[in-house]
């Protein structure tokens, strides 16, 4: 095959591989695809690209022509100590005949196949170096041409607009996500303001008129009915204004975790009536900044279940410093449950659920007749 021929053929490459890189979206499909044409284009036996960290260390290594049988044998990755390193700290081509000959050349771990020659070019993208791209073992020659590095160098620019492209795409879709997620919140903000304003103040004034008509009846049986169904309809104003209060996770997002956990006491006491006392550590609370809302979550659903099922009269909420992490307690003086009688019902599924995700431990401790306490330890 004639010169001409193999630089049309390589012409033709990449323009399909600006194509096909082009149409990706996924970035992990883009870095795979990435090395596949460069073994295409350069003829290569082995092909990789690497992802760089911010402090310049590869964290990530995708391969072609490795098996993953063969990946497992040689043992971790490279993270660009030799050669690599040269090309992350120069950021420029780099294209070798011996790769053992070089001054740099720190050999290969065991079970590593044999490579000998070499190209690297840089990947651009947002004005930094995202990472490298690399071919060894030259098909068909000793070592790679200076075509074959332009080649090398085109496609890496192409890289760099597709790796551009897919981080815009995903930071998009993290966008959308974060918008159907604020919609959400504030549908349920709607919904939780109408059954304050609506329902429970016709509830009320229902209420009030049966108080009345319980005034003006004349027969004692009939006044305690209706004393009964006042009484009913107390209890349904509770349970809406804790099942509202269980509405509206997000109305503390905008705060610290040590404002917003006193905040959350404070509605609480004021729509269930339980005297609520909070005492929460600065300083932990800062260490769990990460986790924010989902610690406020946790706390949320464990109030819910005092303001529901406890009868308390009084509650606290501390956040420490403990034994194996930030501990966060919610207590309650209610009336307890026999050790094995609370199902998923109360809730406490869910809790175990969210502290496990967080990759902590939920203890619950209840005893009939004398409250409850819910005990999360976290790590800091």
Same mark, same amino acid.
């Given at each position: 095959?004639?010169?001409?021929?193999?630089?049309?053929d390589r012409a033709e490459?990449?323009?399909?591989?600006?194509?096909?890189?082009?149409?990706?979206?996924?970035?992990?499909?883009?870095?795979?695809?990435?090395?596949?044409?460069?073994?295409?284009?350069?003829?290569?036996?082995?092909?990789?690209?690497?992802?760089?960290?911010?402090?310049?260390?590869?964290?990530?290594?995708?391969?072609?022509?490795?098996?993953?049988?063969?990946?497992?044998?040689?043992?971790?990755?490279?993270?660009?100590?030799?050669?690599?390193?040269?090309?992350?700290?120069?950021?420029?081509?780099?294209?070798?005949?011996?790769?053992?000959?070089?001054?740099?050349?720190?050999?290969?771990?065991?079970?590593?196949?044999?490579?000998?020659?070499?190209?690297?070019?840089?990947?651009?993208?947002?004005?930094?170096?995202?990472?490298?791209?690399?071919?060894?073992?030259?098909?068909?020659?000793?070592?790679?041409?200076?075509?074959?590095?332009?080649?090398?160098?085109?496609?890496?620019?192409?890289?760099?607009?597709?790796?551009?492209?897919?981080?815009?795409?995903?930071?998009?879709?993290?966008?959308?996500?974060?918008?159907?997620?604020?919609?959400?919140?504030?549908?349920?903000?709607?919904?939780?303001?109408?059954?304050?304003?609506?329902?429970?103040?016709?509830?009320?004034?229902?209420g009030m008129s049966l108080?009345?008509?319980?005034?003006?009846?004349?027969?004692?049986?009939?006044?305690?009915?209706?004393? #009964? +169904? %006042?009484?009913? /309809? *107390?209890?349904?104003? =509770?349970?809406?204004?804790?099942?509202?209060? $269980?509405?509206?996770? @997000? &109305?503390?997002?905008?705060?610290?975790?040590?404002?917003?956990?006193?905040?959350?006491?404070?509605?609480?006491?004021?729509?269930?009536?339980?005297?609520?006392?909070?005492?929460?550590?600065?300083?932990?609370?800062?260490?769990?900044?990460?986790?924010?809302?989902?610690?406020?979550?946790?706390?949320?659903?464990?109030?819910?279940?005092?303001?529901?099922?406890?009868?308390?009269?009084?509650?606290?909420?501390?956040?420490?410093?403990?034994?194996? #992490? +930030? %501990?966060?307690? /919610? *207590?309650?003086?209610? =009336?307890?449950?026999?050790?094995?009688?609370? $199902?998923?019902?109360? @809730? &406490?599924?869910?809790?175990?659920?969210?502290?496990?995700?967080?990759?902590?431990?939920?203890?619950?401790?209840?005893?009939?007749?004398?409250?409850?306490?819910?005990?999360?330890?976290?790590?800091?």
């Amino acid at each position: 095959m004639s010169d001409h021929v193999r630089d049309r053929d390589r012409a033709e490459l990449l323009i399909e591989a600006g194509l096909a890189l082009a149409s990706e979206r996924s970035l992990e499909a883009v870095l795979q695809r990435i090395v596949e044409l460069a073994v295409d284009i350069t003829v290569a036996r082995f092909g990789a690209i690497s992802v760089l960290a911010p402090d310049g260390r590869i964290q990530e290594f995708i391969t072609q022509g490795i098996t993953v049988q063969e990946r497992a044998e040689i043992g971790d990755p490279p993270t660009g100590h030799g050669i690599l390193g040269l090309l992350i700290s120069e950021a420029r081509p780099l294209r070798l005949a011996e790769i053992a000959a070089h001054p740099l050349s720190v050999g290969f771990p065991p079970h590593h196949p044999p490579m000998r020659s070499l190209l690297g070019a840089p990947v651009v993208a947002r004005g930094k170096v995202f990472g490298n791209i690399y071919v060894t073992e030259k098909q068909g020659d000793d070592e790679f041409s200076v075509d074959d590095e332009r080649a090398l160098q085109v496609l890496a620019t192409q890289a760099g607009v597709a790796v551009e492209n897919a981080r815009l795409y995903e930071d998009m879709i993290h966008a959308q996500d974060e918008v159907r997620r604020l919609e959400v919140l504030d549908e349920r903000e709607r919904i939780a303001k109408e059954l304050h304003d609506g329902v429970i103040q016709s509830l009320f004034a229902v209420g009030m008129s049966l108080q009345g008509a319980a005034a003006l009846a004349q027969d004692a049986g009939i006044t305690m009915r209706i004393e #009964g +169904a %006042v009484e009913d /309809i *107390d209890g349904a104003i =509770r349970d809406l204004r804790n099942y509202i209060f $269980g509405l509206r996770p @997000g &109305i503390l997002a905008d705060r610290q975790l040590d404002q917003a956990l006193r905040e959350l006491g404070a509605e609480f006491e004021e729509r269930s009536g339980v005297v609520t006392v909070v005492d929460v550590d600065a300083t932990i609370a800062a260490q769990l900044s990460s986790i924010a809302s989902d610690v406020v979550q946790v706390t949320r659903e464990a109030l819910s279940n005092v303001g529901r099922h406890a009868e308390a009269t009084t509650c606290r909420v501390s956040l420490r410093r403990g034994v194996g #992490g +930030a %501990v966060l307690v /919610i *207590d309650d003086d209610g =009336r307890g449950f026999e050790e094995g009688t609370a $199902g998923e019902g109360l @809730g &406490i599924g869910n809790l175990r659920d969210r502290v496990t995700s967080l990759g902590g431990s939920l203890d619950i401790l209840s005893t009939a007749g004398e409250g409850t306490t819910v005990r999360a330890v976290l790590p800091l």
